[in-house]
């Protein structure tokens, strides 16, 4: 901001020692010992411009000072960002290493079980059919579980060991109805008003 204004007042001082009147040569009645105010202005404007000088020159210099103090911390940022690179190029070339020794280690060791193959067959199971005839939403209990209705909907339950099962449907029939269901047999449950 200062240097803006020096700058102003410079360019005034010039402005004004080129509207001042020439002095002729052939004046003698003057004192040249005693400086002239034309003088008196060609020194200050001197004066400023050597001070206008100086402060370039510092600015230059902090300038040269903050691009060196910038390239030195980049340097360093890319050397340590150089070695990170490195270092999981080394990581990647160990796990590469190790994934080809596991696939060679695969292939020819041979896996023993711990445990004897079951010889115990999946249960037989069967399913139920629900069918809300109803007019409303119903809930029908099969076996602890839970199944919600809405009018006309039709589900199969989960599957169920064969044998024998409850069932109930909440707010209509008992509770814990008892029914036999056999291998791959579909049971089906109509509930209707």
């Known amino acids: 901001m200062t240097r803006n204004w020096k700058l102003i ?3 005034a001082l010039l402005a004004a020692l080129l509207a001042a009147t020439p002095t002729l040569a052939d004046d003698t009645s003057k004192n040249t010992d005693k400086p002239d105010p034309v003088q008196k202005q060609l020194n200050e404007l001197k004066e400023m411009v050597a001070e206008a000088k100086r402060q370039l020159q510092d600015d230059i ?3 040269r000072n903050k691009v060196d103090h910038n390239r030195t911390d980049f340097n360093t940022y890319a050397q340590g960002s150089l070695r990170d690179i490195e270092g999981l190029k080394e990581e990647v ?6 994934i080809e020794a596991l696939r060679k280690n695969s292939n020819t060791v041979n896996r023993q079980s711990g445990y004897a193959p079951s010889t115990t067959t999946a249960p037989a199971t069967g399913r139920v059919e629900l069918y809300n005839a109803w007019p409303g939403e ?18 199969l339950t989960d599957p169920l060991p064969t044998g024998t099962f409850t069932y109930e449907v ?8 008892v029914r036999t269901l056999t291998a791959n047999q579909v049971y089906w449950i109509h509930i209707h008003p």
Not at 93 to 98: F, G, I, P, V, Y
Not at 139 to 152: A, K, W
Request: overall charge positive.
């Open 138 to 155: 119903v809930s029908v209990v099969d076996n602890s579980r839970t199944y919600r209705l809405l009018p006309g909907e039709r589900r």
């Open 170 to 177: 909440l707010g209509v029939t008992e509770p814990n109805r």
């Open 61 to 63: 210099k902090d300038l």
């Open 9 to 11: 007042r410079l360019h």
């Open 93 to 98: 070339a160990r796990l590469k290493t190790d």
